[in-house]
């Protein structure tokens, strides 16, 4: 099967798919944007990322084109709907991309800025094969009053549900994604649901569960935490959707049920922590108890949950959450929000609790709730181990494969 790949770098954990297909005898093709090192407007090469890779590719400049002038009047109309973007124009080089490479098979890693042109062009008629588009959260969501996600106008609804009737196969990474499909006008029969494969190689992750305890011994050493201190841990972008100001604001209730709770907050320093995080901290009890790791970076972040008796989860809204994956690769339970797509593998597999976003009471609650049954804990993370059965690399591939492998037979 000949595979056009549209904007893999939208997602930086795609690359491993694209090398996973080509090594399965796929051949696979890219387009992808590109402004530096770019003397016109389009370029084709023999290899995508790496020399000898196998997978050509077209890159582009967006802002390059005569043919801009024939797209201008729909680019201008939905510039602001498409985020600046010019949609004629993409539409445009899609369809170059398509006639170049003629592919069996087209797949969006974004389902908006590739998924939206390419199911217009399904639309009127100007693209003939199989269209495939993955839905991972801020593409569909709307939560612009939470800084996450796109504010639904009435053009940006039109856009969305015409693109999404007419793409033959959708990929939702969780199930609220799969729920948004819907209201937006999908055929459920057309609805895949298959998740992100975990982020680093599984022995990394079979090494550090492996090592649990003295992971834990070290890392609470290297942060100044007692080894038999009760430890919480969130790893986020820690801007206003990740709800980490509930957890502050539950923090104080948590201290007082466990007074030996310490609170790992990894991640980077963003100016939201500053202005919302930190002053319900300093009015109440003070940051004493919480250590601030700074961005972490491949085996250190898992070592950090795996530090941890519970990771928290706090989101606002938010498509899965690999974190919480990450956690519980390395044997750590979540308590997590119902905004995030991953609470539903948690009620599943019985791994954690869930409760209702932006209710920093009942996230008091269910952490103190957690923390007090060891037991509990321990046969959570066990069953943690199971869960991630459903994100190994293999078993996202092979749905994948399978979901790609329909889409052409039924063409």
Known sequence: MRILFLHPLGWAGEYPI???FRRRGHEVCVLEERRDGMSGKRMYAEHFLEPGDGMRTLWYHPGRGVERLLTLLVDRFFRNTFDGR???HRMWVIRQAVRAFAPDLVYCTDGFSYAVPAGLLKRFGLLHVPLVASYIGGDILDCSHMGYGRRRTPQLNWLMRTSIRHIDKLRALCDSLARALLKDGADPARISLIPI???AAREVYEDIYA???EARAQMRAQLGIPPDARVLVTLSDNYFSKGIQDLARAWPG???????AWWILAGPENPWMAEGIFPLLDASVGRARVRLTGRLKGRETYAHLAAADLNVNPTLCEGLNMVTVDAAAVGTPTVCSDAAGVSDWIRRRDCGLVYAAGDATAL??????ALAQPERLAAWSGRCREMIADFAAEAVFQRLAQLFDSAVRRH
Do not use: F, S, T, W
């Open 254 to 260: 948590v201290l007082a049920a466990y007074p030996d």
């Open 86 to 88: 010019n949609l004629g």
């Open 18 to 20: 694209l090398v996973e």
């Open 211 to 213: 090592q649990r305890g």
């Open 364 to 369: 008091e609650r269910a952490v103190i709730e």
């Open 197 to 199: 494969q975990i982020g």
